[in-house]
């Protein structure tokens, strides 16, 4: 009698946990929509400012969802600049996703649609957002939402700089710091939710290094760095492990 009464719970533990995954996913993106919604409002205002019509800040929005490469897009299409010069353009700002790809928990979606956005959805911002959360903590429906909801931020953020452009400066001081002071959350974040502060300290050492070297090339030579890093860093955690097990 005890198993037969328990049996009915089962479905409805089930059924909420999809919202008990978007909840957390809603606590979780704050940062990101306190960075994306007056960024992509930005966007929508240098889009409309630029002589294009106002919907095609959420429709780019929406369908490219590249950040830093969308504001770079309005001044090339604007310019008319070839469409391969766009595409190579885009190749070599967006690059570094590959990176991302290394450690980005693709596993756990499943089903074709589901990886395709994955893919697609990931950004830097959500990419930082998930690296604070513990792996054993995540799941496909948090995933999902967490990539859903930054989406969305950004396009809602684009729909209202672009109505709001007719009333406002194209120019407004304090918003270009958006993007950089939403990285400095995250990475603080990151930091004081991982015991392992070795990362951390290792990105902070390919920044100096890249700074060195100069502004132009700094993104390209602090990425590869800090790879190299991890990679050392990493083939020197492999060593140790047999010898404290041998011991």
């Known amino acids: 009698m005890t198993e037969v009464a328990a049996r009915p719970a089962q479905p409805a533990e089930s059924a909420s946990a999809p919202r008990g995954d978007f909840g957390q996913a809603l606590r979780d993106t704050v940062p990101v929509a306190m960075g994306y919604t007056p960024l992509g409002a930005a966007f929508g205002i240098l889009l409309v400012n630029s002589g294009l019509d106002w919907y095609w800040a959420p429709l780019s929005a ?4 590249a950040g830093s490469m969308e504001f770079l897009a309005v001044g090339m299409i604007t310019a008319g600049t070839p469409l391969v010069q766009i595409a190579v353009m ?5 690059f570094r996703h590959v990176f991302y790809a290394l450690s980005f928990p693709m596993q756990l979606l499943k089903g074709w649609r589901r990886r395709v956005y994955g893919a697609f959805a990931l950004t830097d911002e959500t990419y930082s957002l998930l690296a604070t959360i513990p792996r054993e903590e995540m799941t496909a429906n948090r995933l999902m939402f967490i990539q ?3 989406h969305l931020y950004w396009v809602g953020g684009s729909l209202i700089g672009a109505l709001l452009s007719f009333g406002l400066p194209a120019s407004i001081d304090g918003l ?4 950089t002071a939403l990285f400095v959350v995250l990475a603080q974040d990151c930091f004081y939710k991982r015991k392992d502060s070795a990362p951390t300290m290792m990105g902070l050492a390919a920044g100096f290094v890249a700074l060195t070297v100069g502004e132009k090339s700094f993104l390209a030579v602090a990425l590869t760095v800090y790879v190299a890093m991890l990679l050392g860093w990493y083939l020197l955690q492999r060593k140790r492990v047999p010898k404290e097990l041998s011991a």
Do not use: C
């Open 148 to 150: 859903l909801l930054s």
């Open 176 to 179: 270009s710091f958006v993007l």
């Open 62 to 65: 929406a369908l490219i969802f």
């Open 90 to 94: 885009t190749l070599a700002v967006n």
